[in-house]
């Protein structure tokens, strides 16, 4: 009764977000693939959203994928380490899509109430995706300076290896 005077459907899933209809998650696609994928998921929910984010969150969102797609792509053809697939796949499967989904999941009536510390739920979901843009931006940059100290150890290598030595007869 009390939902039907709401306009509640019995499931909380009324408002739910359109899935992605390029969406595989097969296990057994290499990790670079599974994030691209992932970041596509993310991508179909911020649409899905699309007015109920405040203005903002858009282009912030945009600039955590302007750094993350790139990066994914380029970690298909270079495997990352292991340090280095745990920090990306938490800012793309947990710390990302966590905070966008908990404010999409926010009543609406809530999302817009400014509290007692003249922020709203909007305001702090932009400073977390600041947060989450300066995050990926570092996460990139060690993952392209641990690409460019291989190649300086390589390069060391190969000297040792084929350049005579002083002592060599």
């Known amino acids: 009764m009390w939902n039907s005077l709401f306009n509640r459907s019995g499931s909380d899933r009324a408002h739910a977000v359109p899935e992605n209809p390029n969406a ?3 296990v057994n696609k290499p990790f670079g ?3 691209l ?3 596509d998921e993310i991508r179909w929910t911020a649409r899905g959203a699309g007015s109920r984010l405040p203005v903002g969150a858009l282009p912030q969102l945009g600039r955590i994928e302007d ?13 990352p380490n292991v ?3 745990i920090a990306v796949q938490a800012l ?8 966008l989904g908990a404010y999409i999941g926010l009543n609406r009536q809530f999302a817009l109430a400014v509290g007692a510390d003249g922020r709203t739920p909007g ?7 600041v947060t989450l843009a300066n995050a990926a931006e570092d996460l990139g940059r060690a993952v392209y300076a641990h690409d460019g100290d291989q190649l300086k150890t390589q390069g060391r290598f190969l000297t040792t290896k084929f350049q005579q030595s002083d002592l060599a007869l």
Do not use: G, I, S
Not at 67 to 79: F, M
Not at 92 to 99: A, G, M, Q, R
């Open 37 to 39: 994928l992932k970041l």
């Open 123 to 129: 305001d702090e979901l932009l400073d977390q995706l």
């Open 83 to 85: 340090d280095e697939e």
């Open 92 to 99: 793309v499967t947990d710390y990302l899509p966590t905070t």
């Open 33 to 35: 693939e599974r994030m």
């Open 67 to 79: 750094v993350l797609q790139p990066l994914l792509e380029h970690l298909v053809a270079n495997p």
């Open 24 to 26: 595989q998650t097969l």
